[in-house]
């Protein structure tokens, strides 16, 4: 009985750490920035469509589109995968089709495009067109069409685009425990350590107070027999007597 009761206090233990664990665990993991906007997650990323009054669609160039994201980069694609993501989400933004900013810009050390971050371009989504590009390079910016999801050139400076759509990692956007819910996971912990303490200790002494009892139990030196065993032992020995 009693080893059962000291199994059951360490499961309780063991619960009750788990419990704080997963706790402290939730709190580590903090998907998507907590700054007031709405952010979808995808996969691993989180996404912010900025959008506008609305009456209105409004307007950005592709440096305006830059501080809207507040730090953040712009929307890079990297499969075909976060291309659909982004068409298939656009509509619960945005009515009609809008044409989203890329973070993408012309690197003159590759002559190639890249992304912001110094990241290739791996995938591409290009619109069907056999008409060669009249921008110059270094004004070459890239759009994309959220009812098609194709991608276009058009120019960094002279273009107005009305779709903005702000990306981070999201383990970038994971955010430390505060040091109230540490110290409370902490004192937590110490005060179910120390109560299994105090109950093993009772329990340890209460084994160790039965065994010295039973060592130290009273065991008289003789036994004082009752009036009828007392009788019998008389009448034997007058038996015995010649």
């Known amino acids: 009985m009693e080893s059962l009761k000291k199994s059951h206090h360490l499961g309780s233990l063991l619960c009750c750490v788990f419990v704080l664990c997963?706790?402290?665990?939730?709190?580590?993991?903090?998907?998507?920035?907590?700054?007031?906007?709405?952010?979808?997650?995808?996969?691993?990323?989180?996404?912010?469509?900025?959008?506008?009054?609305?009456?209105?669609?409004?307007?950005?160039?592709?440096?305006?589109?830059?501080?809207?994201?507040?730090?953040?980069?712009?929307?890079?694609?990297?499969?075909?995968?976060?291309?659909?993501?982004?068409?298939?989400?656009?509509?619960?933004?945005?009515?009609?089709?809008?044409?989203?900013?890329?973070?993408?810009?012309?690197?003159?050390n590759s002559e190639d495009m890249m992304w912001f971050?110094?990241?290739?371009?791996?995938?591409?989504?290009?619109?069907?067109?056999?008409?060669?590009?009249?921008?110059?390079?270094?004004?070459?910016?890239?759009?994309?069409?959220?009812?098609?999801?194709?991608?276009e050139n058009v120019s960094c400076l002279d273009e107005v685009e009305n779709g903005v759509v702000c990306e981070t990692d999201q383990k970038e956007a994971k955010h430390k425990p505060s040091a109230l819910l540490s110290a409370l996971v902490i004192l937590s912990v110490v005060a179910i350590m120390g109560v299994s303490a105090v109950i093993w200790f009772l329990h340890q002494k209460h084994n160790l107070g039965s065994t010295i009892l039973t060592a130290f139990e009273y065991h008289p030196p003789f036994?004082?027999?009752?009036?009828?065993?007392?009788g019998l032992v008389e009448a034997e020995e007058t038996d015995s007597v010649p």
């Open 22 to 108: 997963s706790h402290l665990k939730l709190a580590l993991a903090g998907d998507c920035p907590a700054d007031g906007r709405t952010w979808v997650p995808f996969q691993n990323r989180c996404y912010h469509f900025v959008h506008g009054d609305e009456d209105r669609i409004k307007s950005y160039t592709f440096d305006r589109a830059k501080t809207l994201c507040l730090g953040f980069e712009l929307l890079t694609i990297q499969s075909a995968e976060e291309n659909d993501f982004v068409i298939n989400y656009s509509p619960k933004v945005w009515k009609g089709n809008v044409n989203v900013w890329l973070g993408m810009y012309y690197d003159t």
């Open 117 to 151: 971050g110094e990241e290739p371009v791996r995938f591409t989504n290009w619109e069907d067109s056999s008409s060669p590009s009249d921008l110059v390079p270094i004004d070459t910016c890239v759009a994309l069409h959220s009812n098609s999801g194709k991608w």
């Open 223 to 230: 036994r004082v027999l009752d009036t009828d065993q007392a």
